[in-house]
């Protein structure tokens, strides 16, 4: 099991910029990719983004494309979501998430696979 801790969330306005990140621990190699996921209140946890360690390839929703950006570091076992140009509807709790896949792309936005999460994360975006 690996453990996810996620930092970096806050309030901005409509427009504003943001960038999460999530720093992994303990056994590491349970995970070949990790994602972002978010929650909004009433709302089923969506994926935003994902990243798979080998060759560092990413997926995005659509919702998301264009704005935010998932990245890795190996060395500091951390991935990072920047995200810019923040819209209200992006409000929600943001959660970290590792899991093992053996295809790409492969449900690396469906939450199903992903054993492993963080907490989470608040992101308010005001217009």
């Known amino acids: 099991q690996v453990q996810l801790v996620e930092s970096g969330g806050g309030s901005v306005q409509a427009g504003g910029s943001l960038r999460l990140s999530c720093a992994a621990s303990?056994?590491?190699?349970?995970?070949?990719?990790m994602g972002w996921f978010r929650q909004a209140p009433g709302k089923e946890r969506e994926g935003v983004a994902a990243?798979?360690?080998?060759?560092?390839?990413?997926v995005y929703a659509d919702s998301v494309k264009g704005r935010f950006t998932i990245s890795q570091d190996n060395a500091k076992n951390t991935i990072a979501l920047q995200m810019n140009s923040l819209k209200p509807e992006d409000t929600a709790m943001y959660y970290c998430?590792?899991?093992?896949?053996?295809?790409?792309?492969?449900?690396?936005?469906?939450?199903?696979?992903?054993?492993?999460w963080g907490q989470g994360t608040q992101v308010t975006v005001s217009s």
């Open positions: 303990g056994n590491t190699a349970s995970g070949n990719c």
């Open positions: 998430a590792a899991g093992v896949f053996s295809l790409f792309p492969s449900g690396q936005l469906q939450r199903a696979t992903y054993k492993s």
């Open positions: 990243i798979c360690t080998i060759l560092g390839r990413t």
